[in-house]
């Protein structure tokens, strides 16, 4: 099954400045890569999501980027705001076929204003 | 739409007892599934459906079980609870596994 590593645990960041968090996942085969943010006391909710036949995408201030060589996506977010301040999940689907989603073990980021 | 529903929002259980954590929701999703989330483990597959009447084990299935009669509900079961089995509890639903989840409110249990 897929085992997915996400660094780092936590993340300091002055407000203005970029925040980048990595992830990298073990099947070659995975296709599909979600981050996942989750304000304190809320559930998850998805931020952004990238399928393997693209390289990078972006939603205003987010993007995320997959290097299927080197097995490795990452999540950017420029001009970080207070409201960033979060847990941050990526994931990559369990195994091939239908099969749900594992999660690395978080990024709290924490923008300083 | 309510989306994912989740009951109860808290609860408390002595070492032993049972219990059946509700999800419910109404969006025709096939795909449903139950995560705990624990500090510092991120969110793990305790169990999963791909459609009414199939499920299947996560990573951590052990001292759980679940069923799913219909499409719009997913209850998990706790046989006997322990201590280890403290944790916040999310149910998700999605269209298929490469799909976006859309999480309930959670459910935090502690086993006392």
């Known amino acids: 099954g897929e085992n997915v590593e996400q660094h780092p645990s936590t993340l300091s960041v002055q407000e203005g400045d970029s925040a980048v968090i990595k992830c990298t996942y073990s099947?070659?085969?995975?296709?599909?890569f979600p981050w996942y943010k989750q304000e304190l006391g809320k559930r998850p909710q998805l931020i952004i999501d990238?399928?393997?036949?693209?390289g990078e995408k972006k939603d205003q201030r987010i993007a995320v980027t997959l290097n299927k060589t080197a097995k490795h996506f990452s999540l950017h977010i420029t001009e970080t705001q207070p409201e960033d301040s979060a847990v941050y999940f990526c994931?990559?689907?369990?195994?091939?076929?239908?099969?749900?989603?594992?999660f690395g073990k978080g990024t709290r980021l924490s923008v300083i204003a | 739409n309510a989306g994912v529903t989740q009951t109860p929002k808290f609860q408390v259980l002595k070492t032993g007892q049972s219990m059946t954590l509700q999800c419910a929701q109404d969006?025709?999703?096939?795909?449903m599934s139950w995560y705990r989330q624990d500090p510092g483990m991120g969110l793990r597959l305790i169990h999963y459906?791909?459609?009414?009447?199939?499920?299947d084990q996560g990573e951590v299935p052990n001292g759980y079980n679940v069923s799913r009669s219909t499409t719009e509900d997913f209850p998990l079961r706790l046989l006997s609870a322990a201590p280890s089995q403290t944790s916040v509890y999310f149910c998700?639903?999605?269209?298929?596994?490469?799909?976006?989840?859309?999480f309930g409110n959670g459910t935090r249990l502690t086993v006392t």
């Open positions: 998700a639903s999605s269209t298929g596994g490469r799909s976006p989840l859309h």
């Open positions: 099947d070659s085969a995975s296709n599909y």
């Open positions: 990238i399928r393997s036949n693209v």
């Open positions: 994931a990559a689907p369990r195994n091939s076929g239908n099969t749900p989603l594992v």
């Open positions: 969006m025709n999703h096939e795909y």
């Open positions: 459906s791909v459609g009414a009447g199939i499920t």
